[in-house]
């Protein structure tokens, strides 16, 4: 089986990660936090975690010339990613994602998009064949082209929560959301007729087609520490056991499982798991 050939065009961040007993109320302050510092961005995290579940990647950015780029470059380096369209941009710092992680992995983050937001649709570069990964984390506009200019297969992770237009919807075979997107979006997630996946945290995983369930998953038991990275380990994981050609419910299956393990390990891309993890965990679990 050849690998699936993807192209996340996406955001890269450092993430500065406080952990502590429980996430701060409106106006409180909780001490007594662990610190650690980890490279992030919805884009990267889902092009790293599709590359060590074994597709070629290639990743579409823009980071700052600072200190921070090449922390934030350091695992996808490493790991094979094809760094050459990911640009830096003298004018604007790299991303940074402020993170509280709460003792049962609940989190809270902000985002300064810094060279995230630079990547605006002028300065998209051609992008190579394959199929396509977006989040939003980049411009609006900037998505719309990617998506737009696509051939191939296009998954859209609607994360975080925006207004988009009919065309971004209508072009994507595959979107996926959490249950607060889904309600955000409503029923025109499901009027433009390409399949729908709905993350349910610990419930597991639906995914739909016209609004008509047509899988259901539920994931393995884990100890979860740190949710941090699971949604894109699912996002990338879905994609590639579709693009691989899996039925719609061991796809599913697959991708609970991916994102479970995500949330077993602190960080984002620290956490995001090997093929061979997620297939043992399945294998264990069934």
Same mark, same amino acid.
């Given at each position: 089986?050849?690998?699936?050939?993807?192209?996340?065009?996406?955001?890269?961040?450092?993430?500065?990660?406080?952990?502590?007993?429980?996430?701060?109320?409106?106006?409180?302050? !909780?001490?007594?936090?662990?610190?650690?510092?980890?490279?992030?961005?919805? #884009? &990267? *995290?889902? =092009? +790293?975690?599709?590359? @060590? $579940?074994?597709?070629?990647?290639?990743?579409?950015?823009?980071?700052?010339?600072?200190?921070?780029?090449?922390?934030?470059?350091?695992?996808?380096?490493?790991?094979?990613?094809?760094?050459?369209?990911?640009?830096?941009?003298?004018?604007?710092?790299?991303?940074?994602?402020?993170?509280? !992680?709460?003792?049962?992995?609940?989190?809270?983050?902000?985002?300064?998009? #810094? &060279? *995230?937001? =630079? +990547?605006?649709?002028? @300065? $998209?570069?051609?992008?190579?064949?394959?199929?396509?990964?977006?989040?939003?984390?980049?411009?609006?506009?900037?998505?719309?082209?990617?998506?737009?200019?696509?051939?191939?297969?296009?998954?859209?992770?609607?994360?975080?929560?925006?207004?988009?237009?009919?065309?971004?919807?209508?072009?994507?075979?595959?979107?996926?959301?959490?249950?607060?997107?889904?309600?955000?979006?409503?029923?025109?997630?499901?009027?433009?007729?390409? $399949?729908?996946?709905?993350?349910?945290?610990?419930?597991?995983?639906?995914?739909?087609?016209?609004?008509?369930?047509?899988?259901?998953?539920?994931?393995?038991?884990?100890?979860?520490?740190?949710?941090?990275?699971?949604?894109?380990?699912?996002?990338?994981?879905?994609?590639?056991?579709?693009?691989?050609?899996?039925?719609?419910?061991?796809?599913?299956?697959?991708?609970?499982?991916?994102?479970?393990?995500?949330?077993?390990?602190?960080?984002?891309?620290?956490?995001?798991?090997?093929?061979?993890?997620?297939?043992?965990?399945?294998?264990?679990?069934?």
């Amino acid at each position: 089986m050849s690998l699936p050939r993807i192209v996340v065009a996406g955001s890269i961040n450092l993430d500065f990660v406080a952990t502590a007993t429980h996430l701060p109320a409106p106006g409180e302050t !909780v001490t007594g936090a662990r610190f650690a510092r980890h490279p992030g961005g919805k #884009g &990267a *995290n889902q =092009a +790293l975690a599709a590359r @060590r $579940l074994g597709a070629e990647v290639a990743f579409v950015g823009r980071v700052g010339v600072d200190p921070f780029a090449g922390e934030a470059l350091a695992l996808l380096r490493a790991e094979g990613v094809d760094l050459s369209l990911c640009e830096a941009d003298p004018d604007a710092s790299t991303g940074v994602a402020l993170i509280s !992680v709460a003792a049962t992995g609940e989190n809270q983050i902000v985002v300064a998009s #810094g &060279a *995230n937001a =630079a +990547l605006t649709p002028n @300065r $998209l570069p051609p992008l190579p064949d394959g199929a396509r990964v977006c989040q939003l984390e980049l411009p609006l506009e900037t998505v719309v082209k990617a998506v737009g200019e696509a051939r191939g297969f296009v998954a859209v992770n609607l994360a975080p929560a925006a207004g988009v237009p009919e065309r971004l919807l209508a072009r994507a075979d595959l979107l996926i959301v959490n249950e607060v997107e889904a309600a955000f979006y409503g029923e025109g997630l499901h009027q433009a007729g390409g $399949l729908v996946a709905t993350t349910l945290g610990a419930r597991g995983a639906r995914l739909t087609r016209g609004g008509v369930e047509i899988a259901a998953a539920i994931p393995p038991k884990v100890e979860a520490v740190d949710a941090t990275g699971a949604g894109d380990a699912f996002v990338a994981a879905l994609t590639v056991a579709l693009l691989e050609g899996r039925a719609p419910d061991a796809a599913l299956a697959f991708a609970c499982a991916a994102g479970a393990l995500a949330a077993t390990v602190p960080g984002a891309q620290s956490s995001l798991p090997t093929r061979a993890a997620v297939e043992a965990v399945l294998r264990t679990s069934s």
